[in-house]
């Protein structure tokens, strides 16, 4: 079983959150301490994307709610993450100094720090761009109704973007907004500054007309 599956099994037990809790327990403080507050950072990254680009209400969801495609791929680059298997930028951040952290799932294995989204983006791949991250069909464009739909979500301190044709869009079935659908998103570039802190990029709403 890989590291990723694993993991997976793991955040499906019915006990997770108590085992999570316990895992609290057993740590040392510090890094729990240190952990935490790469969590509130990213989770405060993600919370302002969602109010530039749904209604603003970022709600927490349960692993359970993410489609299996998504949850592997997420816990796949968390899990290399952790190892030091992942590529990342030249601020090498590290699973042991944990602090936000950003991937996505047209990059398989490359974990960037907020400043470094850029290496993230597709704005200069119009063709990586249309093609879904959950059954890779390249899609036509937003001017033939067939765009990708832009979301993220996180886990601990890693923010994970991904990118999405109609049918695979996921269910917003636990009331995330990023997991829905964002038609105001829907076409433009992926992974281009829609994560940046709000000292950086607070100035602009999502990406809109800045193609
Ligand atoms: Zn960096
Ligand atoms: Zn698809």
Redesign the pocket.
Same mark, same amino acid.
């Given at each position: 079983m890989t590291p990723a599956l694993a993991l997976e099994r793991l955040m499906l037990h019915p006990a997770y959150d108590r085992f999570v809790e316990y895992a609290r327990t057993v740590m040392p403080v510090g890094l729990v301490d240190q952990a935490d507050a790469a969590a509130t950072e990213a989770h405060a990254i993600l919370a302002d994307a969602a109010v530039r680009l749904a209604d603003g209400k970022g709600k927490g969801m349960s692993a359970g709610d993410l489609p299996g495609w998504l949850r592997l791929g997420l816990l796949d680059t968390l899990s290399a993450f952790a190892a030091g298997r992942a590529t990342t930028c030249r601020h090498n951040p590290d699973a042991t100094r944990p602090r936000p952290v950003l991937a996505a799932a047209w990059r398989p294995g490359m974990v960037v720090c907020p400043g470094c989204a850029h290496l993230l983006s597709l704005k200069h791949d119009p063709v990586a761009d249309a093609v /879904?991250d959950? !059954?890779?069909?390249q899609c036509a464009g937003v001017e033939h109704d067939d765009g990708i739909y832009p979301g993220m979500v996180q886990l601990g301190p890693l923010i994970y973007q991904y990118g999405? /044709?109609g049918? !695979?869009r996921p269910t917003i079935a636990s009331g995330n907004p990023l997991s829905g659908p964002l038609p105001a998103e829907q076409g433009t570039p992926r992974g281009t500054g829609r994560v940046q802190p709000r000292t950086r990029r607070g100035r602009s709403r999502g990406k809109g007309g800045q193609r």
């Open positions: /879904c959950s !059954c890779g069909r999405t /044709c049918d !695979c």
